[in-house]
């Protein structure tokens, strides 16, 4: 054990320093990050090859919710988990790629070679050097070195360039130096050197600045151009020992590289997509943009573009020409598959297309079976940040291994269950991101409880399983986890034979559902870990302490969206739409191409074939802020929307559903009288009251209570507020109808008053037997019933306009019947009010001076840019029915009038809704069943810049 512990240990642990190399030290001291030096007015330019970022706007809510959920800095009770952020920041490499990947790229180096070069002797570097120009150095790496470093100098032995990987600090430092050192430039070290291995270093001179890359992939950092590249003279190599060697430098030739050439072939590539589909979606309707993305066509041209787009975004480009590549980027299957099963951390969308371009290489059946598609591409997506094990934290878990694994397991019979073959590949990537090995969910699948062997109980075997133990039984505290677990590598069966508490507990849980192949990962709540699974087609949460609400995505774990992992339940349900989800998505990349003023429309759109897409609505916020954005375009928009609204509101559902409850006793809990999550309002008072806002005057059928064991007022009151703003009472306890005995149900009849707030007065409680010193517990609170319509002048003080003869327009609308408004003196005349809002107009009325009338009147209405629909008109002309039809604008045409002939004013009766609250009424129903999202979405909402 103590050899096995050793070469565990002896494979983690960093290169020691070699004190024997002398190297600048005191350059860290001077200033430590490139800001400082920025500060010293030294001023860098981005790459112009990369694609410019777009214009930043305003940090909107959600966009500042979503930063905010980044930056959570949560610990957790597992050391190894902290440091697994560190480890997954770096670039990985994988094993099955092979190395002539890199060695075959090298056919421009045409400048000469030096082979065997001696570390501190000056190479000339042959040529004065420019963009495009790249040197080359190959070596081979020791894990036991010291520090080492590439170097391009002047005449003047200046150092213009520092390339110094540092092995025993884990990262690489970029600088200069002339007559000092300057400010250094840090980064990781390249995870692609490897003990024994050989390397390939290429420093490539872009436009403004070097980029480095080793084995093929670029440091996470380039350094500027501190000197001009015009003045380099030599090439000098720098330490290296125990075991490392440097083997060749390739001088620069006259061919540039592929580095260098490829971001301007990729960029007009991409220009070239974005031109492709402004073409079909610029001015075009909503219908037509809709018709193209769900087109062949214009499926793999959007998804085609935005994939390169983030690619372009990182800096790194697609080398077109890999069979397996153009195959993947040419199947509308696989590439909507791909950009619709979840994001990606890091966006790094070139890792994962490596991943599964190696797989389907390895596996050419994965472009036959959609079985093995989607779990090549769950696998790709989730492991293009690698992966660590929970065992030996500084293993890789490998992509090709748990493929195959998975693979090999859904050919035998019974090894894994239903849900694995159904779920989607977004869904797999919480199965093939096991923290375990392959060895350790076979001892899970060997080693399940009796009765918790099918996929709506495997998640629930944890508790069965797992002892919860501060300490281990020879009385080691858990936090230090090398002492709890006996430096052992923490398995499933470590965790199950030594113990565990929170931590353990939830990842056996999903440790054990992954072995079956169901769906499950950890979350983070406050100072606890749970977890999180899938049954009967929803997530489910496990050793719950604090609710969804409080439930974080756990570090290590990709997500989509947002951190918080209720989002999860959100994705889970625009997954079970996927045609419609990838439809929306298309439509919301789309927009992004389209003209400003359309965006809306569009996304709004978008955002009907899909309403679980989250980003959709992250885009409409910002889309209806934009300032070309029309007012009747929002109102076009949102109009069905706003229709559908109403006639679901004439059906009886629960109206009390996450309106607003105060209430002094009940206090911070009170929201949960009537939210649709399973907590409990607690009152500790014997008396005690709370008052329930309707918001709109309604028609009540019923109340529901759902009490909390047996604390239960004995007597209480229910008051209903009627149109006149008193209270009344209305029920009584003597009214109620009793179901059950401890958790049970109060059922009272409804009352035939409007009613637009509720207030229970409750006395004498029922103290519980917990010791909680609880007497009214309310489980849930459902008030059935509908809302009515609050007929009000919707046309007071809004703009009209008028024939130009016409006097004071205003005056229309003035409700002051002192001011008269009157005609040309014509034949006919006429005025248009803009109502700003949409409307459900019942009415128009006219209030005329004197007695005579016109021979006739045209009333007439539309919403936004429409058709006008014309109103029925019957003299006297006072009082025109409307018959409760939508209108933003009024316009009345008077003819036949006499000279002089005036109206006092006209009132326009109904009931108006803006934008932002359409807008809120259509999450509140998308999100009906997703209480922290609405609320969320609500509050960003509410945050609008919009006007009507």
């Known amino acids: 054990m103590r050899l096995y512990l050793f070469a565990v240990l002896l494979g983690c642990v960093s290169a020691f320093y070699d004190d024997n190399v002398k190297y600048e030290e005191d350059y860290d001291d001077a200033w430590e990050t490139m800001e400082e030096y920025n500060k010293q007015e030294h001023h860098f330019v981005v790459h112009k090859n990369v694609l ?238 809709k018709s193209y993305a769900n087109s062949t066509e214009g499926s793999l041209a959007i998804f085609q573009w935005w994939l390169m787009r983030k690619v372009q975004g990182k800096g790194e480009v697609l080398s077109f020409g890999d069979e397996t590549l153009d195959w993947i980027l040419s199947n509308r299957e696989v590439l909507e598959m791909f950009m619709t099963s979840g994001d990606v951390q890091g966006n790094k969308y070139t890792d994962a297309l490596r991943i599964l371009e190696n797989l389907i290489k390895k596996d050419p059946q994965i472009k036959e079976d959609p079985l093995r598609l989607r779990l090549a591409v769950a696998t790709a997506l989730t492991h293009s940040t690698p992966v660590s094990s929970m065992a030996v934290s500084c293993n890789k878990i490998k992509p090709l291994s748990v493929y195959q694994e998975y693979v090999t397991l859904s050919q035998e019979e019974g090894a894994l269950f239903k849900p694995f ?116 087609g929803g997530w489910v949460l496990g050793n719950d302490v604090s ?168 007597e209480y009151d229910i008051y209903a507020m009627s149109e006149e703003g008193t209270y009344v009472l209305v029920r009584t306890q003597e009214d ?44 849930a609170l459902n008030v059935l019933g509908f809302p009515v319509d609050v007929l009000e002048d919707v046309s007071t003080g809004n703009p009209v306009t008028a024939d130009i003869y016409s006097t004071d327009p205003e005056s229309l609308v003035d409700a002051d019947n002192s001011t008269i408004w009157s005609g040309t003196g014509e034949n006919s005349t006429w005025f248009e009010i803009d109502l700003k809002k949409i409307c459900i107009l019942d009415n128009i009325e006219m209030t005329w001076e004197g007695d005579e009338r016109p021979e006739n009147v045209r009333v007439t209405y539309k919403t936004g840019n429409s058709m006008e629909t014309e109103a029925l008109t019957e003299d006297p002309f006072n009082k025109v029915p409307l018959d409760m039809d939508s209108g933003t604008k009024l316009r009345v045409e008077i003819a036949g009038s006499g000279p002089g002939q005036g109206l006092k004013g006209v009132k326009a009766c109904g009931v108006s809704y803006g934008g932002k609250d359409i807008m809120k009424l259509k999450i509140n129903h998308a999100f009906d069943n997703h209480f922290f999202v609405k609320r969320d979405l609500i509050k960003a909402m509410e945050g609008v810049k919009y006007e009507d």
């Open 547 to 714: 609710g969804w609400g409080s439930s974080s995505t756990h570090s290590g774990i990709q997500y989509t969206w947002m951190k918080p992992a209720y989002y999860f339940r959100v994705m889970n349900d625009a997954q079970k739409n996927l045609e419609g989800y990838r439809l929306s998505e298309k439509m919301r990349i789309a927009s992004k191409i389209a003209e400003p003023q359309d965006r809306f429309s569009i996304l709004e759109d978008a955002s009907t074939e899909c309403p679980y897409n989250f980003a959709v609505w992250m885009d409409l916020e910002t889309a209806m802020e934009h300032p070309s954005l029309q007012k009747e375009t929002v109102q076009e928009a949102l109009l069905p929307s706003l229709l559908a609204h109403r006639e679901r509101e004439k059906k009886v559902s629960d109206i009390a559903k996450d309106k607003k409850v105060t209430s002094e006793c009940f206090g911070g809990t009170a929201f949960r009288i009537n939210d649709d999550q399973d907590g409990t309002a607690y009152c500790k008072e014997t008396t005690g009251d709370f008052e329930l806002d309707l918001e709109r005057p309604s028609k009540i059928n019923e109340l529901k209570f759902h009490w909390w064991g047996q604390s239960k007022p004995a």
């Open 52 to 289: 410019p970022t777009e214009v930043v706007e305003e940090e909107t809510y959600l966009a500042r919710l979503k930063r905010e959920s980044e930056e959570t800095g949560e610990t957790y009770e597992d050391a190894w988990m902290n440091n697994m952020v560190e480890d997954t920041a770096q670039e990985s490499h994988y094993e099955e790629e092979s190395e002539l990947m890199w060695t075959e790229r090298q056919e421009e180096q045409t400048g000469g070679t030096i082979d065997n070069p001696t570390s501190s002797v000056k190479y000339s570097i042959g040529k004065e050097l420019g963009p495009g120009d790249v040197i080359e150095i190959h070596g081979t790496y020791s894990s036991g070195t010291g520090w080492f470093s590439a170097n391009i100098m002047d005449e003047n032995e200046n150092v213009m360039l520092h390339v110094n990987p540092r092995p025993n600090k884990k990262q690489t430092v970029l600088n200069s130096k002339t007559g000092s050192w300057k400010a250094a430039l840090k980064c990781e070290l390249p995870s692609s050197l490897q003990d024994g291995k050989k390397f390939v270093m290429r420093i490539v001179l872009m436009d403004e600045f070097y980029s480095i890359y080793f084995n093929g992939r670029s440091l996470s950092k380039t350094f500027p151009y501190r000197q001009s590249f015009s003045l380099a003279t030599d090439i000098t190599l720098w330490g290296g020992t125990n075991g490392f060697t440097w083997n060749k430098i390739v001088l620069p030739g006259s061919e540039k590289a592929r580095e260098y050439t490829e971001p301007i072939e990729f960029k007009s590539k991409v220009d070239g997509l974005r031109d492709e589909i402004q073409a079909r979606v610029g001015r075009k309707s909503v219908q037509e943009i």
């Open 421 to 536: 073959f159904e779920v989607t590949a977004w869904h797999l990537r919480y199965v093939v991101g096991s923290w375990q090995t392959e060895e350790e969910r076979s001892w899970a699948r060997e080693n399940t409880p009796a009765g918790f062997d099918n996929p709506s109980k495997i998640g629930d075997a944890t508790h069965r399983m797992m002892k919860y133990k501060l300490y281990n039984d020879d009385g080691f505290r858990v936090f230090n986890r090398a002492n709890y677990y006996y430096y052992l590598p923490v398995t499933l069966e470590a965790m199950h034979e030594v113990g565990g508490v929170c931590g353990a507990i939830s990842k056996v849980a999903a440790g054990m559902c992954h072995s079956y192949g169901v769906p499950a990962t950890p979350v983070g709540q406050p100072g606890h870990c749970a977890y999180i699974w899938y049954r009967n």
């Open 736 to 779: 109620e109808r009793v179901v059950g005995t401890f958790n049970h149900w109060s059922y009272l009849q409804g009352w035939e008053m409007k009613t637009s707030k509720i207030k229970v007065d409750m006395r004498n409680g029922k103290l519980d037997y917990w010791g909680m010193k609880v007497y009214f517990g309310i489980r």
